[in-house]
């Protein structure tokens, strides 16, 4: 027994992490003395349906694909898609055909998980959100996971190593493993401790659920911090959940009755985007776990839409080179290269990677992804009611 399961870095770039039909398919190509110059273009749909969803996993792909004798555009991550190619790559065939199993990989799962945060950050577009997830999924994706979410508008996420990946701090206060520790009826005690340990600069938000009711455990963690308490999560567990917006109220009411106004209320557990529209108005903010990390991943394909300069498809695809566009009013266009387009159309495919190398104009910085989804988001419509 030795290491993890994990498929690494270098046999994602090499190409050994692929689907074998993609070696069979390069030892039969090149025993014909086949090596035809293609496009290929990554879709989910063929056609625009007016459901939109969010790009991400750019940064990976142009990690994945640079170094080759290919050139590749793509919508920058952040932006949303409905129908139409994402990104296109052109170049000889055999210089990129075993990347496609991890191409996919890196875009459908980002973009789907990025989707569902997004979903979660319209639900709630004035409250904190956090990205309480990785728990839930194999821990070499959860910066991932993590990186998903930000660019979605998150404002925060709970993974360490991610963080550190990421180049951001990640946040956090108390499991019920730490009140657990010290034992029934010494929560008053824990959270004592917990504010004499960690740094200053962690906010004090108290769990308050873990024995007792949750106005009680509150009011403890009130007299117990006094002025330093900033915030209470509730994490209430669901088979004793009631009415959670009852419960949220009621503490809500107790600590403004004793003057503790600005003591937030923090919620988690089970959450997704119908809870946050039932909740926002009573909280300052949610964790949000399994809604973002087991998002589905987005349907994505590779397929070939050029051979040596004609245009071709596999049935049920769209055959030749394509643009994709963001018109004014928020509308995805889907149009041949080289044909008119909407007239107020922007065209959204840039260039990504030309002679091998990534193009430096290509930005893959998480905080600029995350303004374009918002107001990408907005342009479209994304999660209105
Ligand atoms: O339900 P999700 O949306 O996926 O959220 C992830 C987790 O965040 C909360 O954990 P907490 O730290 O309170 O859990 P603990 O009981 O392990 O302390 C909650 O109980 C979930 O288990």
């Not at 689907?19 to 110059?37: S, V, W």
């Not at 401790?193 to 906010?203: G, L, S, T, W």
């Not at 990534?358 to 342009?379: G, M, Q």
């Amino acid at each position: 027994m030795s290491d993890f399961d994990i498929v690494g870095p270098e046999a994602i770039r090499g190409g050994v992490a692929t689907d074998a039909y993609f070696e069979r398919t390069e030892a039969t190509l090149r025993h014909a003395g086949k090596n035809p110059r293609v496009v290929a273009e990554v879709t989910a749909d063929q056609f625009p349906d007016g459901d939109f969803e969010l790009f991400a996993g750019v940064k990976d792909a142009a990690e994945l694909l640079s170094g080759r004798d290919i050139d590749v555009d793509a919508m920058p991550e952040g932006l949303l898609f409905d129908g139409g190619p994402v990104m296109r790559i052109e170049g000889d065939y055999l210089d990129f055909a075993r990347l496609e199993t991890s191409l996919l990989g890196f875009l459908s799962h980002a973009s789907g998980c990025a989707t569902a945060a997004l979903e979660a950050r319209a639900a709630a577009p004035d409250s904190t959100v956090l990205s309480f997830g990785a728990r839930h999924v194999h821990p070499s994706i959860a910066a991932m996971v993590e990186r998903s979410a930000l660019v979605a508008g998150l404002d925060g996420f709970s993974h360490v190593a991610a963080g550190e990946i990421l180049g951001k701090e990640a946040s956090g206060t108390m499991p019920h493993a730490l009140l657990i520790a010290f034992g029934r009826g010494n929560q008053a005690e824990a959270f004592r401790a917990f504010d004499e340990a960690v740094d200053e600069d962690v906010p004090r938000v108290a769990l308050c659920d873990t024995y007792g009711d949750e106005t009680e455990e509150v009011l403890q963690a009130v007299e117990t911090l006094g002025d330093d308490l900033d915030s209470v999560r509730l994490d209430t567990t669901s088979s004793r959940r009631g009415d959670f917006r009852h419960i949220v109220r009621e503490v809500r009411w107790e600590l403004d009755a004793r003057g503790h106004e600005d003591v937030g209320i923090f919620v988690s557990g089970g959450l997704g985007p119908a809870e946050l529209r039932h909740l926002r108005d009573v909280v300052e903010g949610f964790g949000v776990g399994g809604y973002i990390s087991n998002a589905n991943p987005v349907d994505f394909a590779l397929d070939i839409v050029e051979v040596d300069g004609e245009p071709t498809a596999k049935r049920g695809k769209l055959s030749g080179v394509k643009e994709v566009y963001r018109t004014a009013d928020g509308g995805h266009h889907v149009a041949l290269r080289g044909r008119p387009g909407p007239t107020d159309g922007e065209a959204l495919l840039e260039p990504l990677i030309r002679d091998g190398e990534v193009v430096s104009e290509f930005d893959c910085d998480i905080d600029a992804a995350a303004t374009r989804a918002r107001e990408d988001a907005e342009l479209v419509g994304f999660g209105d009611e």
